[in-house]
């Protein structure tokens, strides 16, 4: 939907709650620059949600928000978990429909959208846990891969099944007690990040978001990539505070503990070659629309 | 076994759904009320003297009408404002669909998981839901049916709602007017609002403007 | 009931987005659904059921098909790839298993396509999680059903036990006697599941083999017509394109606080997807003149069936005719919304009634016994089951035990 759109019938708007005249006045639909930084002087997508205080999913998904190329132009499928606590408040369709299956909903949604609206890029985004993702989902997760569906696959990793009490998940680190391992984690953190490129994935990104403009930069990569090319992966560490034991304070630590040398969550970065000159391309392209833009003088002060 | 009505409530605990009931949707160029089907236009008079005689008449825009999404929506909300202003009634809206409770002033808004809440609130007698989807039309109508005294009534750009008292079908922004003109026609007959009076709620992130 | 439903001359209302008479891309015609199905000549053309399915899909103006292979939906699905390279469809492929296949197809229906599939028997169950889903979020998916054993051991052959499993899924569910019933429930389907005050997932049932593999003469349309496609912005629920208001929306927030607020509405959810399967019999009854089809119900003696049964008991009806015997008949066309009041009116005169089934839970008569009164009328029998073909004169047996009058077991025949 074109930013023109999502506006408000002048004859009704003043019945309207302010979120909703926010939402069209200062959100940042359509405007070719967003990003991170406009979160705090512009209208968030994500109007509330009931995530515990400090949870570092909450931030992830205000900077994934923050950071999509064409909010106006995007779904989002989820899947059962945390984050379908955060959904229903995105201004951005999105869809939960069971636990597992959100990468065959966005096959189907992505290739009817591609064929309504051939002229439009209507991007599809992915967005679901862990479990979601590497256990119940997993087949799904990488069939979609290895059918080359052009669409980003976002896995928010915690490293365990938060929602339903702090449960063993695949991308558990070996030895971790939890509920449903109570001696300890048997077998090692699965790989998805290398199976992912393994299975087809155009560009895969492991990292924290501890830092903003490293999210932003793997998400906006993430959707140009798989809308040319094909399917892209991005594994996000947003540790389960309340699982782990920590306050909520500490997500940050936690997650800058996670990415220095030696952790589990250093960041790494993968593209094909194709992708790689596909971004190098449009940053070139970018740079020099800057620059022109730079050099043209305001006509008025 | 005598056919059921759709009447105010409060209805049950959990009250049936009309069509569980065997009342039957309206075809084209009818209405339904209380669930016995009628010619469109009785309709409208019957609504225009509900609307006039209720103590807080309210109509409910939904999405479809409250966001511009084409001309056609625009057309309809200035449709609806002059209705309001012809009865006069209330404009509560339905922005959205998801569940807001708690985080929700009942009084200004209504939600389709909880509509009980603002009819209790403001304790409105009569009712109009228009461009809300059907199927969340369908929900509120029932819940309000199950535990408010509020006539309901719906004008439905589809099929219609037996879970309303009253609904109209196939809509457009001349069944809005010709609703308006049921109303203008009362009055002029001397038919009198008995609204108490009012005025539209309006708010900023620090709560109501008055 | 507040309104007469059953006059079959009502007319069924179109999606109205295209304009009648244009062409698509395949040089078909959309034509009014009342044209293409009281106005059309139909001609005899000699298929095999898969082939039938084939011939629906083509007029059909789906947009989304997904295909996994399972016995015996196979070739059909197969064949409505060739439709799809054909450019009949806009989007076709095979997905990795049922339960991603019916999620793949839950996917293009939120984006606004007409989808259709097919599974059969442990596919059927593999997917089962989704019907709910489907039905819960008012996705008017067709799925074509062609039935087989689902149970250990593992058997390929005809069975209707899946149906029990599917009763309650909240799809409208029917169930076809020949290929002709399955041609015209394909298209009729798609109507009737589509108009908005129904919008629910549709299971077309078939009698695997039995009607999927064997050939018949079915009347069909000419092929230069077709359906008008779905219309997303007709549906009762936001269409998932960004395209229509709200944009703030999720299909479907979750309702599970544990407060009242969140019991009452999933309840009056629960009800409005029954409600709303109520609503399709105002649709259903014109296009397939009636839930049921009777003969002779002034006959003492009744089947009552549905599916190949029916026409086993056509027979069966024939042969005890010949000894005198007369028996009357009622065929189930739709398992859900059940013919509740027709049922009861059709058996109100029967003092005997028999439900022969292609199962072992006899689903479909303790669906009947639950209606009728005097119940104890009614005869959960003859079951066949695991592929057994159910000779007409096991019918005949049942009937004439049942009078007790003396008969001899077919089981001996050939000694």
Redesign the interface.
């Known amino acids: 939907?074109s930013k023109e759109?999502?506006?408000?019938?002048?004859?009704?708007a003043?019945?309207?709650?302010?979120e909703?005249h926010e939402?069209v006045a200062t959100a940042t639909y359509g405007k070719e620059d967003r990003g991170w930084k406009d979160i705090g002087n512009s209208k968030e997508l994500i109007?509330?949600h009931s995530l515990c205080a400090g949870c570092p999913e909450s931030i992830a998904f205000r900077y994934i928000l923050a950071s999509l190329p064409n909010p106006?132009?995007?779904?989002f499928?989820?899947s059962t978990g945390c984050t379908?606590?955060v959904?229903?408040?995105?201004?951005?369709?999105?869809?939960?429909?069971?636990f597992g299956?959100q990468n065959?909903?966005?096959?189907?949604?992505?290739?009817?959208?591609k064929?309504?609206?051939p002229d439009v890029e209507?991007d599809v985004v992915v967005l679901a846990g862990d479990g979601a993702t590497v256990d119940i989902g997993l087949?799904?997760t990488m069939?979609s891969w290895f059918?080359q569906e052009k669409f980003t696959t976002i896995c928010f990793d915690n490293e365990l099944y938060a929602n339903t009490g702090g449960q063993e998940s695949g991308l558990m680190q070996k030895g971790f007690v939890a509920k449903m391992a109570p001696a300890g984690k048997t077998f090692d953190k699965v790989r998805l990040p290398e199976i992912a490129r393994e299975a087809g994935c155009h560009y895969v990104a492991l990292l924290t978001v501890s830092k903003p403009n490293r999210v932003e930069r793997a998400i906006r990569n993430a959707v140009y990539i798989a809308r040319e090319l094909g399917p892209t992966y991005v594994q996000l560490y947003t540790p389960c505070i309340l699982e782990i034991g920590k306050q909520s304070m500490e997500g940050l630590d936690e997650m800058k503990d996670a990415e220095s040398i030696g952790g589990r969550f250093v960041m790494k970065e993968y593209m094909t070659d194709e992708a790689k000159k596909m971004i190098e391309d449009r940053e070139a392209e970018e740079k020099a629309k800057r620059k022109a833009a730079k050099g043209k003088k305001p006509v008025s002060a | 076994m005598s056919q059921y009505q759709v009447k105010p409530g409060p209805e049950a605990f959990l009250p049936p759904s009309a069509a569980s009931m065997g009342i039957v949707l309206p075809d084209p160029g009818e209405c339904h009320i209380e669930g016995r089907i009628a010619p469109e236009e009785e309709g409208y008079e019957y609504a225009a003297r509900k609307l006039l005689g209720a103590k807080v008449p309210t109509l409910f825009p939904g999405p479809l009408v409250l966001w511009k999404w084409n001309e056609k929506a625009a057309k309809k909300a200035a449709a609806i404002r002059a209705l309001s202003e012809a009865i006069p009634a209330r404009l509560i809206p339905m922005a959205d669909y998801r569940p807001k409770y708690p985080k929700i002033d009942p009084e200004a808004e209504i939600n389709p998981n909880h509509p009980n809440l603002t009819i209790w609130h403001n304790k409105i007698d009569v009712c109009i839901f228009i461009g809300v989807h059907c199927h969340q039309a369908n929900l509120a109508l029932k819940i309000i049916r199950g535990g408010t005294d509020c006539f309901t009534m719906a004008m439905c750009a589809q099929a219609g709602h037996e879970d309303a008292c009253l609904s109209f079908r196939d809509i457009g922004v001349e069944s809005i007017m010709k609703l308006m003109d049921a109303v203008n026609k009362l009055k002029k007959e001397g038919v009198k609002s008995q609204a108490v009076p009012f005025k539209q709620i309006s708010m900023n992130r620090k709560g109501r403007v008055d | 009931m507040n309104k007469q439903v059953d006059s079959p001359k009502d007319k069924i209302i179109r999606s109205q987005h295209v304009k009648l008479g244009t062409k698509n891309k395949k040089d078909q015609t959309f034509t009014d659904v009342n044209t293409m199905f009281y106005d059309t000549e139909m001609t005899p053309n000699f298929l095999t059921g898969s082939e039938v399915i084939r011939a629906a899909i083509k007029i059909a103006s789906v947009g989304t098909s997904v295909a996994y292979p399972i016995t015996p939906q196979s070739e059909a699905a197969a064949l409505i790839g060739e439709l799809y390279s054909e450019g009949y469809l806009d989007e076709y492929f095979r997905g990795e298993s049922e339960f991603a296949v019916m999620g793949q197809c839950a996917g293009a229906s939120f984006a606004g396509h007409r989808v259709f599939t097919t599974t059969a028997g442990p596919g059927t169950l593999r997917a089962m999680e989704n019907f709910p889903m489907w039905a819960g979020s008012r996705l008017p998916i067709q799925v074509c059903v062609t039935m087989r054993g689902i149970n250990s051991p593992l058997s390929i052959q005809p069975d209707t036990l899946e149906a029990h499993f599917l009763l309650e899924s909240g799809m409208l569910m029917w169930h076809a006697e020949t290929a002709q019933d399955l041609f015209d429930f394909i298209l009729k389907g798609f109507i009737v599941a589509e108009q908005p005050d129904v919008h629910l997932p549709i299971a077309t049932m078939c009698d695997g083999f039995f009607v999927t593999h064997t050939k018949d003469t079915v009347l069909l349309p000419p092929d230069d017509i077709c359906l008008t496609p779905y219309d997303p912005y007709k549906s009762p629920v936001p269409c998932m394109d960004m395209e229509c208001p709200p944009v703030r929306m999720m299909r479907d927030p979750f309702i599970m606080k544990s407060n009242y607020i969140s019991y009452m509405t999933h309840a009056s959810w629960q009800q409005e997807i029954r409600a709303a399967m109520e609503r399709s019999r105002k649709h259903t009854i014109p296009l397939l003149d009636g839930l049921i089809d009777t003969h002779d119900l002034d006959r003492e003696i009744l089947i009552v069936s549905s599916g190949t049964a029916v026409s086993q008991g056509r027979e069966a009806i024939r042969l005890l005719e010949e000894e005198g015997i007369k028996v009357g008949l009622v065929k189930i066309k739709t398992i859900r919304p059940f013919p509740h009041e027709e049922v009861k009116e059709a058996t109100k005169n029967a003092k005997h009634i028999f439900v022969p089934e292609f199962n072992m839970a006899g689903w479909l008569a303790r669906e009947i016994k639950a209606i009728v009164p005097d119940n104890h009328r009614v005869v959960a029998g003859p079951h066949v089951a695991g592929g057994m073909t159910m000779p007409s004169e096991v019918i005949v047996e049942e009937i004439k035990k049942y009078l007790g009058m003396k008969v001899s077991s077919i089981s001996n025949r050939g000694s």
């Open positions: 939907m759109k999502i506006t408000l019938c002048e004859d009704l003043d019945i309207m709650p302010p909703y939402l109007e509330q106006e132009d995007t779904v499928v989820g379908s606590l959904f229903p408040h995105v201004a951005v369709q999105n869809i939960h429909s069971l299956n065959a909903i966005a096959s189907g949604l992505k290739r009817t959208l064929c309504r609206f209507k087949d799904m069939q059918r």
